[in-house]
């Protein structure tokens, strides 16, 4: 599976995608993350990607032309499976982790990075879907890119090394959140105080750990 991200700032990517599993995944093939600089596809010697806004406001607006060829560019070439072409936006979608595994599904991914006030709303007449990470606004959409990335990617075979990872975690069910892990020491003393693992956790008693484990998933 490939991301394809369309940004302004395509540096603020390098950090993330080349630490841990992520880096791992790209090094085995079982992901490619490919990052495209939005001024590439300008045409003016200022590379302008935005403008002021029709009827006035504060801020300013990501222009439609470079936007709908870059989205045009990159989707020809990944045209003849399945796709999504994805606006990250703080009025889209919400993010959750059933469509993280739909996107799992996917060949290929575009996400497009939002700046500055917003983008042209004719934009979103050459997109598929307009998604948010949450109920409140970021400076971009880099890190809805990194989220989504990060979340999908986890999901793809071999990607976790253990299958069982992505399968018995908060969310693997809708509305589940994890029971309580604990590792070594046993017991973990700090300010006077003794914080033990719970003993069932310690029986060796598979039948009675799985019940502990049920009985402590939440639901949401």
Same mark, same amino acid.
């Given at each position: ?20 599993i ?16 939005? $001024? ?5 010697? *200022?590379?302008?990607? =935005? =403008? ?29 499976g ?8 703080a ?6 982790? $059933? ?26 007449k ?8 949450? =109920? ?34 908060? *969310? ?33 008693? *598979? ?8 009985? *402590?998933?939440?639901?949401?």
């Open positions: 599976m490939t991301f394809h991200i369309i940004t302004i700032f395509p540096g603020i990517f390098d950090s993330y995608f080349s630490e841990s992520l880096k791992r995944a790209q090094k085995n093939n079982l992901i490619g993350i490919k990052t495209y600089d939005l $001024r590439d596809w300008t045409n003016d010697r *200022h590379r302008t990607v =935005d =403008d002021t806004p029709y009827g006035g406001g504060a801020g300013m607006i990501m222009k439609t032309e470079p936007l709908c060829r870059a989205i045009k560019d990159i989707g020809r070439s990944v045209r003849g399945k796709f999504k072409i994805v606006l990250l936006s009025k889209g979608k919400t993010w959750n982790q $059933r469509l993280a595994r739909k996107y799992a599904k996917l060949r290929d991914v575009i996400l497009v990075c939002g700046r500055y006030e917003g983008v042209d709303e004719r934009v979103t050459f997109i598929d879907e307009e998604i948010s990470i949450g =109920d409140y606004v970021l400076t971009g959409g880099e890190i809805p890119a990194m989220a989504i990335v990060d979340s999908v990617a986890r999901l793809l075979p071999g990607v976790l090394g253990n299958k069982e990872s992505a399968e018995r975690e908060s *969310h693997s069910e809708p509305g589940l959140l994890e029971y309580p892990q604990y590792t070594r020491p046993e017991v973990f003393e700090a300010e006077g105080k003794k914080y033990r693992v719970p003993k069932v956790l310690l029986s060796g008693n *598979h039948k009675k750990i799985e019940e502990w484990r049920g009985k *402590h998933s939440k639901k949401t």
